[in-house]
């Protein structure tokens, strides 16, 4: 026999298959045909193909299905002593109870390593009606290092499962084929907390629904899961150029990737997806770091289904199907030097221009610009940050109604670990979301709610060590207003810069500094406020006066403030000040040697924060 499995592959490729059965016995090869079997199509052939498995298994050496169709009406099984199962023929499935039918390796502990399973081609007679998820056409168990490759898998609820049992799946390659009719193509599972599924390689692969199979059904091409209990982080699992054809139709999904895990770096490129519903992927739980690259679609509309148990996001759908070039992220705000754009709110409290102040203590506040503070007390400038104390938080207000995911990226004095994440959400009339499941998702921390202060906050700070400073953020369907910041939480934090960014298919709004967030709090993240007045001054002798209060909301004692009347008139000079809190008062004075008496104009008032020095 050739010592290595790349000797079979050459000569598979190279001898017809008549050449390449003889070549196999004249090597001792194990076929059924030894043990009776027929592959006519119309004998049951299990018991022969389970003697030449039991034999290959026994002496070490590769099984051979020959061409024909074998019909088995149970589960066959090569055992891990095998050195592989090369197949020319079709093994079908007459039976109709749900079982594994074809069954490659041994489960358990042991560790079926450097084995070559080709051309598997399992059918079942009869389509399943997908109602039992043990209908399996193809198991492959704690696979090491081998290759793997698939022809057919058709009619079963699950086509392939890929199993970690007492130990794991891994490093192996799988070329796929034809995956038809089932309603998981291939399931990627452990079955234990011993188990493991990781660092698999998967070419091509036709996942493939004929019109009308189980029609009302909802159906996947890959799955990944596992028993209750068992391990449940299946990472880099890597998709090269997958066919999605699913067929949804009515009320059913047909969705490319269901992942049930907690795991990272699922990884599939250049996708085509026809006849599936606009998703790429379900996240059922804390997957993260996964990317969908779509070639084709129906639709530039692909996205993530995040259920209401999906603890994580950070995934991604990169479309280039009539779409940007890819989807990177991009910039929406910034402040790149807090420090430099602190300023005076009053003289007990500090903001920061283009930032809305947070505050983290318990508050009988329910609408969002009750939330949205233009600066508060313990903010503190140092020489070349801001710091807040625990209860104090710096950040955005941002219209999500459409655009549901955004990245946060903020850094502290000579880079220091710290701060977390702060999101509060709120609806369509601005009235703030309590404790709802599902608001709120992010990427590498799990959001806990905060009664008190009706928000989420991270369950973790932000820092290096946990590859958790940069933060993905993703807010519900129901979700149509967002304030999205950074606390300091476990104490004060110096907060030099922060940063947004969203999706390059959509523009939300930042809301900072609009009059939608004025309300009782006069404004968010504003330096400058300003109001217009008519004022119909009366008639002025030389030198006379004339005093007009104006109500600019946010105006402190001290702030800078400037007044200017529309008239075409230069013999009124105005002196404007801040008389008290919200209220300018502006002083005109005719400088001419002539008694005048204009008509009513507008009068506008504009008050400066004073910068920190």
């Keep these: 026999m050739p010592a290595r499995i790349d000797d079979l592959l050459v000569l598979n490729a190279n001898l017809n298959k008549t050449d390449f059965a003889k ?3 004249d090597r001792e090869a194990v076929l059924p045909n030894d043990f009776g079997g027929l592959g006519d ?5 299990r018991t022969s193909i389970q003697a030449a498995f039991d034999r290959a298994g026994a002496d070490q050496k590769f099984a051979m299905i020959p061409p024909g169709t074998w019909n088995v009406s149970g589960t066959v099984t090569l055992p891990g002593g095998a050195r592989g199962l090369i197949m020319q023929g079709t093994i079908r499935y007459t039976g109709t109870a749900p079982t594994s039918v074809l069954v490659l390796g041994d489960g358990g502990t042991i560790r079926n390593a450097e084995k070559l399973y080709t051309g598997l081609n399992v059918i079942r007679q009869t389509i399943s009606d997908w109602s039992s998820e043990a209908d399996i056409g193809i198991t492959v168990r704690n696979v090491d290092a081998s290759q793997i490759e698939l022809r057919r898998v058709e009619g079963f609820t699950i086509g392939m499962r890929t199993l970690g049992d007492g130990r794991g799946v891994e490093d192996s390659t799988f070329t796929l084929g034809r995956i038809v009719n089932n309603r998981i193509g291939l399931d990627i599972w452990c079955a234990t907390a011993t188990a493991w599924n990781t660092s698999i390689r998967y070419y091509g692969g036709h996942f493939a629904q004929a019109t009308g199979v189980n029609a009302a059904m909802d159906r996947f091409g890959v799955r990944f899961g596992n028993e209750a209990g068992a391990y449940s982080n299946h990472n880099r699992h890597v ?7 699913l067929r949804q139709a009515g009320s059913n999904i047909a969705i490319p990737f269901l992942n049930q895990t907690s795991g990272s770096a699922i990884i599939a490129r250049n996708m085509r997806m026809e006849a599936c519903s606009p998703l790429a992927a379900r996240h059922t739980a804390g997957a993260q770091d996964c990317e969908y690259d779509i070639a084709w679609t129906n639709t530039y509309l692909v996205g993530i289904d995040y259920t209401a148990t999906a603890n994580r996001c950070g995934n991604a759908v990169i479309n280039r199907h009539r779409a940007p070039a890819s989807r990177f992220q991009r910039f929406l705000a910034g402040v790149p030097n807090t420090r430099a754009a602190t300023f005076r709110q009053s003289a007990t409290e500090v903001g920061v221009e283009g930032l809305i102040t947070i505050a983290t203590s318990t508050t009988t506040a329910t609408f969002m610009a009750d939330f949205c503070f233009n600066g508060l007390t313990d903010l503190t400038p140092t020489d ?3 710091t807040l104390a625990a209860n104090r938080g710096l950040g955005w207000m941002l219209d999500t109604s459409q655009a549901k995911e955004f990245a946060l ?5 000579s880079g220091a670990s710290g701060g977390r994440l702060f999101v509060r959400v709120f609806d369509g009339a601005g009235n703030v979301r309590e404790d709802i499941a599902g608001d709120v998702l992010a990427s590498i921390t799990t959001m806990q709610w905060n009664g008190p202060a009706k928000g989420w906050n991270a369950g973790a700070p932000m ?6 400073r940069r933060q993905t953020i993703r807010v519900g369907a129901s979700v149509a207003y967002a304030q999205v910041g950074v606390i300091g939480f476990d104490g004060p934090i110096d907060l030099q810069s922060l940063r947004l960014y969203g999706l390059p298919e959509a523009a939300p709004a930042v809301l900072n500094g609009t009059p939608l967030l004025t309300g009782a709090l006069f404004g968010s993240g504003r330096r400058e406020f300003a109001a217009e007045v008519s004022w119909d001054l009366p008639s002025l002798a030389p030198g006379a006066t004339s005093l007009l209060d104006v109500t600019v909301n946010g105006a402190r004692a001290g702030d800078l403030a400037q007044a200017s009347l529309v008239s075409s008139t230069r013999f009124i000079e105005l002196d404007a000040a801040v008389w008290s809190n919200n ?3 502006v002083m005109a004075r005719n400088i001419s ?7 009513a104009a507008t009068l506008s008032v504009t008050v400066a924060k004073r910068r920190v020095p």
């Design 593 to 599: 040697a002539a008694t005048f008496d204009l008509a």
């Design 463 to 468: 820092d290096d060590a946990n590859f958790n």
């Design 409 to 413: 990226a903020h850094w502290l004095t």
């Design 239 to 245: 998709f090269d150029a997958p066919n999605f054809e």
């Design 23 to 25: 070549y196999l016995r």
């Design 41 to 45: 199509g119309v004998a049951d052939d």
């Design 583 to 585: 209220t300018v008062r």
């Design 384 to 386: 070349r940050a801001i």
